[in-house]
């Protein structure tokens, strides 16, 4: 039987070979591309997830635990107050850095708000663990002069998160193992870092008395600022002769 002429070997114009190998090329670095493109969107989502949830973590989680932590050992330590009370008034010479040396309770930012306050504005030492730190060299509590405190807006507890919505005439209340200190708000202020004369002595040229004042930074979430209350001493309660009346009413049992 006779076969047919030899079948020839299928083969491209070399320009076509050349064009479809181009081709592959081309499309395989596309593929390269958009893989490219894809994981460096995923990451920047996974980054992005990461700068919101720390934050939200922070503020919806963890800082209403420490809180609570702080209001419960505030509870503590009100009850060693009237167990142990001390006949004398606080000298700044008696307090190391980090003591827990007294109370503050502000109806204007709950009516059960009570947290302690520690000596010092140190961040790891005081403000952090503790809540509220005095600054040293400032006065004590009903001492002539300026008790100055700061705190944290949004995390470590945020004792300081509200007190942008303080008012003039509201109670700022200081127990320590003396008594109690009811100062009245007088006005507020958005300082800038570097203004300590909202802590000095006499910070509204009003003359000689007794101030308290609260520092904490604003805008929430950020450090640029200061925001600054100010309060003046109405009133003070020798432990002997009890409580002012916001605090039997919202704290009975001390």
Not at 22 to 43: P, Q, T
Not at 51 to 76: C, D, F, H, R, T
Not at 134 to 150: E, K, R, S
Not at 193 to 212: C, F, K, M, N, T
């Amino acid at each position: 039987m006779r076969l047919g002429p030899k079948a020839e070997a299928f083969s491209l114009p070399e320009t076509t070979a050349i064009y479809t190998l181009g081709m592959v090329a081309k499309m395989g670095s596309e593929v390269v591309k958009l893989r490219l493109r894809s994981w460096l969107g995923g990451l920047l989502i996974v980054v992005g997830l990461a700068a919101v949830s720390v934050p939200l973590y922070q503020e919806l989680i963890q800082s209403p635990m420490e809180a609570g932590n702080q209001a419960a050992e505030a509870k503590q330590i009100a009850g060693g107050f009237a167990r142990n009370p001390h006949p004398s008034r606080l000298t700044n010479a008696k307090l190391k850095v980090g003591q827990i040396f007294g109370l503050l309770y502000a109806p204007r930012l709950g009516t059960t708000f009570r947290r302690p306050i520690g000596q010092g504005t140190s961040v790891e030492q005081v403000l952090n663990p503790v809540g509220i730190g005095h600054y040293l060299g400032t006065a004590l509590p009903g001492q002539v002069g300026n008790f100055a405190l700061a705190a944290h807006r949004t995390t470590h507890g945020a004792a300081f998160n509200n007190i942008d919505t303080f008012v003039p005439g509201d109670d700022i209340v200081v127990e320590t193992q003396w008594g109690w200190y009811d100062y009245k708000v007088i006005g507020s202020k958005v300082v800038q870092p570097s203004e300590r004369w909202v802590i000095q002595a006499d910070p509204l040229h009003l003359g000689a008395d007794r101030y308290i004042t609260l520092t904490t930074c604003t805008p929430r979430y950020t450090a640029a600022q200061r925001l600054i209350v100010w309060g003046k001493l109405a009133k003070s309660y020798p432990r002997a002769g009890g409580a002012p009346s916001q605090i039997v009413v919202n704290h009975p049992t001390n």
